[in-house]
């Protein structure tokens, strides 16, 4: 069974700064992307970043230049650097784990993290 367990939410005041950390275990085969999501109250979840295995990033627009995503391919860990935090930010962010595992390694599964809770202050 693979856990995704997310650290790092917290409260802060607007302007500030939290890095969330995911840290992937199980019987993994390999690692393809991962990512962070976010959900705020009545809204739909969308994605903030994700990051190829190979170091490729992509962002949501509204996140560029603040939100910086990155990984530790030996640990399965991916984390998310957030500046310049924005009451507009606060939610609970999600992470997700894209993985091959070792009864086919063919195929692709996504997991996801448990969500941790991000509230940013005016």
């Known amino acids: 069974q693979v856990q995704l367990v997310e650290s790092g939410g917290g409260l802060v005041q607007a302007g500030g700064s939290l890095r969330l950390s995911c840290a992937v275990s199980?019987?993994?085969?390999?690692?393809?992307?991962m990512g962070w999501y976010r959900q705020a109250p009545g809204k739909q979840r969308e994605l903030v970043a994700d990051?190829?295995?190979?170091?490729?990033?992509n962002y949501a627009d509204s996140m560029k230049g603040r939100f910086t995503i990155s990984r530790d391919n030996g640990k399965n860990t991916v984390y998310l650097q957030m500046n310049s935090l924005k009451p507009e930010d606060t939610a609970v962010y999600y992470c997700k784990a894209q993985y091959r595992d070792y009864v086919a390694v063919r195929t692709l599964h996504d997991s996801w993290g448990q969500g941790t809770q991000v509230t940013v202050s005016s």
């Open positions: 990051i190829t295995s190979g170091g490729v990033t």
């Open positions: 199980g019987r993994i085969f390999s690692m393809n992307v």
